[in-house]
């Protein structure tokens, strides 16, 4: 499968989409005139964003921003391979993808458990613990109120799993939270979820003769935690032996730097983001939610640290990679059912479930930590990154589409990339 996607990068978007389309992997057709009707096809402009539907989906809508869409290649995730579809802004980060996928090879993804936390916050409270004790006596009364605001999701198999409450000193005093714990099946669940929320307040308030400050969920999606794991020939990682054994331990020294100073940490943690961001954007997921929740979790031990751990297997000799993170992701509702561009980015993932989708999303990030810190403790960043910069930077200082490969060309001679530099090339090509 790997062997198909050998050089993927040289090919142009018509033939990479020919060769998705032949994989059975996108319904996308450059030439619909041979068409036999037999296999259902799209134009590219069938998976555009319609101004029609973007006019419901926001306020004060005027017209569509767009971001280069891109797929990320040679990713075998639970032994099956995928393309995995990202719409990023910034250069390098697909190629990263592609390129720790390639090296990390089959990763080993679990989705522990799937659902959405909820809270009602009762604030000013006296006595913390009768109210606790009042609301945890009526727990049965006050499910069944939430099973009934959640009938539909109730009958697809989900709806609310548990209620429990909890004390926290403020300087205002006590709050005392309800939390709801609430599996949404295939879809994130904040709608159903708050409508839930909305529904118990009233009863608790009138139980507790305390009025709720707020009803919302919590995108600290500690019941939605993936985890994924890859192992590494060391051998595997040069062609000199040696060397093989230095970038494996420099990889296990950067991910133990990672986790005891938080300035690394933070970009570690970006560097994964970058790649998960790309791939939420593309299905349509809720990024903000899942960024917010990410690095609250980055947080938990009380220190911000690393989401990756690389360590070497002395056993197997080995390097062994591991990331750990909440995503609470939907493959159903909100912007995914309405947004065609997010439709085909799931079709192009064989349209999994919610749960594949997040356990997809967890190697991801872990392929492209791969690949960043690879980079960092060998090459280091510039190298790979700057050159594939060289397009943006070139554009950048006005090169038109017939410039811009001899301005990048030589951009690379130079060893400088910058945009002094990429104007003076300019100049020169242009005679000035
Ligand atoms: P390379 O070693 O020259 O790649 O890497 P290669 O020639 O061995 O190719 C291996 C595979 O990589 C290819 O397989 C492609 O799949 C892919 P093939 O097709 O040959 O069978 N690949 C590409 N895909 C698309 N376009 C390309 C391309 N080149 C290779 N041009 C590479 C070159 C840039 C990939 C490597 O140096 C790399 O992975 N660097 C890391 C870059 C990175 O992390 N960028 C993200 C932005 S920097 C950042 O924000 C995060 C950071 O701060 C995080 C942190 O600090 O932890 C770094």
């Known amino acids: 499968?790997?062997?198909?996607?050998?050089?993927?990068?040289?090919?142009?978007?018509?033939?990479?989409?020919?060769?998705?389309?032949?994989?059975?992997?996108?319904?996308?057709?450059?030439?619909?005139?041979?068409?036999?009707?037999?296999?259902?096809?799209?134009?590219?402009?069938?998976?555009?964003?319609?101004?029609?539907?973007?006019?419901?989906?926001?306020?004060?809508?005027?017209?569509?921003?767009?971001?280069?869409?891109?797929?990320a290649v040679n990713f075998i995730v639970n032994d099956i391979p995928?393309?995995?579809?990202?719409?990023?802004?910034?250069?390098?980060?697909?190629?990263?993808?592609?390129?720790?996928?390639?090296?990390?090879?089959?990763?080993?993804?679990?989705?522990?458990?799937?659902?959405?936390?909820?809270?009602?916050?009762?604030?000013?409270?006296?006595?913390?613990?009768?109210?606790?004790?009042?609301?945890?006596?009526?727990?049965?009364?006050?499910?069944?109120?939430?099973?009934?605001?959640?009938?539909?999701?109730?009958?697809?198999?989900?709806?609310?799993?548990?209620?429990?409450?909890?004390?926290?000193?403020?300087?205002?005093?006590?709050?005392?939270t309800t939390y709801i714990s609430f599996d949404p099946c295939e879809a994130m669940g904040a709608n159903a979820l708050n409508t839930v929320l909305e529904n118990v307040a009233p009863r608790i308030a009138t139980l507790t003769d305390h009025e709720p400050l707020m009803s919302i969920l919590s995108n600290y999606a500690t019941e939605a935690i993936v985890t994924a794991r890859c192992e590494i020939p060391i051998i595997s990682l040069d062609k000199d032996a040696m060397l093989a054994e230095e970038i494996a331990h420099n990889i296990a020294l950067a991910s133990e730097y990672a986790q005891i100073d938080p300035y690394r940490a933070t970009t570690h943690n970006k560097g994964i983001m970058n790649?998960?961001?790309?791939?939420?954007?593309?299905?349509?997921?809720?990024?903000?939610?899942?960024?917010?929740?990410?690095?609250?979790?980055?947080?938990?031990?009380?220190?911000?640290?690393?989401?990756?751990?690389?360590?070497?297997?002395?056993?197997?000799?080995?390097?062994?990679?591991?990331?750990?993170?909440?995503?609470?992701?939907?493959?159903?509702?909100?912007?995914?059912?309405?947004?065609?561009?997010?439709?085909?980015?799931?079709?192009?993932?064989?349209?999994?479930?919610?749960?594949?989708?997040?356990?997809i999303v967890a190697s991801v990030g872990l392929a492209q930590n791969f690949a960043a810190i690879r980079a960092l403790v060998t090459e280091g960043i510039q190298k790979g990154h700057m050159a594939l910069q060289a397009r943006s930077l070139a554009l950048q200082v006005g090169a038109d589409l017939t410039e811009v490969d001899e301005v990048v060309k030589k951009l690379r001679e130079s060893g400088i990339m910058n945009s002094t530099k990429a104007k003076e090339i300019l100049s020169l090509l242009r005679g000035k």
């Open 1 to 71: 499968m790997n062997q198909i996607f050998n050089g993927f990068y040289k090919k142009t978007p018509q033939e990479r989409l020919e060769i998705l389309h032949k994989l059975g992997w996108s319904k996308i057709r450059l030439d619909l005139t041979d068409e036999t009707g037999l296999e259902e096809v799209q134009s590219i402009d069938d998976i555009q964003l319609p101004n029609l539907v973007a006019d419901q989906m926001i306020e004060n809508y005027v017209f569509n921003y767009q971001l280069p869409l891109g797929v």
């Open 275 to 359: 790649g998960i961001d790309a791939v939420l954007i593309a299905t349509g997921n809720d990024w903000r939610a899942v960024e917010a929740g990410v690095h609250a979790y980055a947080s938990r031990s009380g220190v911000y640290r690393g989401l990756s751990k690389w360590k070497i297997d002395h056993s197997t000799n080995e390097l062994v990679g591991e990331i750990e993170l909440p995503l609470q992701l939907a493959t159903v509702g909100g912007t995914i059912s309405v947004h065609p561009t997010a439709q085909w980015a799931l079709d192009l993932l064989h349209q999994p479930t919610a749960n594949e989708l997040a356990e």
């Open 82 to 176: 995928y393309s995995v579809p990202m719409a990023v802004e910034e250069p390098s980060v697909i190629a990263a993808a592609s390129n720790g996928a390639k090296k990390v090879g089959n990763i080993k993804a679990k989705m522990l458990k799937r659902e959405t936390i909820g809270q009602i916050v009762l604030p000013n409270v006296e006595k913390p613990m009768l109210i606790q004790d009042i609301i945890n006596s009526n727990e049965q009364e006050l499910m069944e109120i939430a099973k009934a605001a959640s009938e539909n999701m109730v009958k697809r198999g989900g709806g609310p799993r548990k209620i429990w409450t909890q004390t926290f000193e403020g300087d205002s005093g006590a709050f005392v």
